[in-house]
């Protein structure tokens, strides 16, 4: 079964700061790999997914993401965090099949970012 | 419509009782995916319909949920004798390409009291 681990529950960055968000994925294959975002009652919005290619991918925000095989990682980087980046931020996995797409996707538990000014 | 809609925004029912939460996709999406969060928790994965057939249930937990999509646009999540533990935000995703970074609804809030 495919598993994504978010090793950091809470971090925090001073505004203007670089940020890594870390996310290991479990999986047999190369998956799907995505990462969205959560602000407080909202819903989450993508900010980028890797599915085959470039290993660098380029999301929306001014974010980023490298995809490690060997590592099993990608993880999300942003060279300046804005105080609106401030929220929480979820690393996906899914699973490749014949159709082309992911079904459903299995969610890491979150890494809650905090902006200090 | 523009985005994902979900009725009602929020919902609180009693213990035992039965509730319905709806999902509007984006017009012509054909995949539809629900989609249950709790409390500092990331979404768990419940169903998926391709057109009006669910193509994978295997994340619904047991047999007091069921989810419909008759005419493969609107969806229905049902629950049956609601029980506390039921207490979660429950996001519809919908994609007009199966998973290709679908668009997620702002949720329902589940409050079973």
């Known amino acids: 079964a495919q598993s994504v681990t978010q090793p950091d529950i809470h971090i925090t960055v001073s505004e203007g700061a670089s940020l890594e968000l870390r996310c290991n994925y479990s999986y047999g294959a190369t998956p799907y790999l995505f990462w969205y975002v959560q602000s407080p009652g909202q819903g989450l919005q993508l900010l980028l997914k890797y599915f085959s290619g470039d290993t660098l991918v380029q999301g929306i925000k001014g974010f980023e993401a490298e995809f490690k095989r060997s590592q099993s990682s990608f993880n999300l980087r942003k060279p300046s965090v804005h105080w609106s980046d401030a929220a929480e931020y979820f690393c996906a996995v899914g699973a490749p099949y014949s159709g082309g797409g992911a079904d459903g996707l299995t969610f890491g538990k979150g890494t809650h970012l905090i902006i200090q000014p | 419509g523009a985005g994902v809609s979900q009725t009602p925004s929020n919902k609180v029912t009693e213990k035992g009782k039965y509730v319905e939460l709806r999902c509007d996709p984006i017009s012509g999406h054909t995949a539809l995916y629900w989609y249950r969060q709790s409390l500092g928790q990331g979404p768990e994965f419940l169903i998926y319909?391709?057109?009006?057939?669910?193509?994978?249930d295997s994340g619904l937990p047991n047999d007091r949920f069921f989810a419909v999509r008759p005419e493969g646009s609107v969806s229905t999540l049902k629950i049956q004798r609601t029980e506390r533990g039921d207490s979660a935000v429950y996001l519809c995703?919908?994609?007009?390409?199966?998973?290709?970074?679908?668009?997620f609804g702002s949720g329902t809030r589940l409050t079973v009291v």
């Open positions: 319909f391709q057109g009006t057939g669910a193509a994978d």
């Open positions: 995703a919908s994609s007009s390409t199966g998973g290709m970074g679908y668009t």
